[in-house]
């Protein structure tokens, strides 16, 4: 079993700043792609940022400029640094992983339980 442990959401006013991390932990053997999605009410899931294994990044639009994803390959997390925080930003945020669990298995993608963020005056 994979987890993923998402942590840091919170309320925050417009022009803001927060730090989302997430931890993946359990039977992992590597992981590929990792990144933050995220949900506002009423709307569909979409793609925030994701970073490959060797480092390509890649952004949302609507967040370039403002957010920066790093991740730590040694330990196994993700983070996301969101600054300018503006009320449309507000969602609750998933991270996602892309794992193997032995070294001759395909990928699977894993999600986290999610974290909200609101940004609100």
């Known amino acids: 079993q994979v987890q993923l442990v998402e942590s840091g959401g919170g309320l925050v006013q417009p022009g803001g700043s927060l730090r989302l991390s997430c931890a993946a932990s359990g039977s992992i053997f590597s992981i590929s792609g990792m990144g933050w999605y995220r949900q506002a009410p009423g709307k569909q899931r979409e793609l925030v940022a994701r970073?490959?294994?060797?480092?390509?990044?890649n952004y949302a639009v609507a967040v370039k400029g403002r957010f920066t994803i790093s991740r730590n390959g040694a330990k196994n997390t993700v983070s996301l640094q969101m600054n300018s925080l503006k009320p449309d930003d507000t969602a609750v945020y998933y991270c996602?992983?892309?794992?193997?669990?032995?070294?001759?298995?395909?990928?699977?993608?894993?999600w986290g339980q999610g974290t909200q963020v609101t940004v609100s005056s």
């Open positions: 970073v490959t294994r060797d480092g390509i990044l």
């Open positions: 996602d992983a892309d794992v193997k669990i032995t070294d001759w298995a395909r990928p699977q993608g894993y």
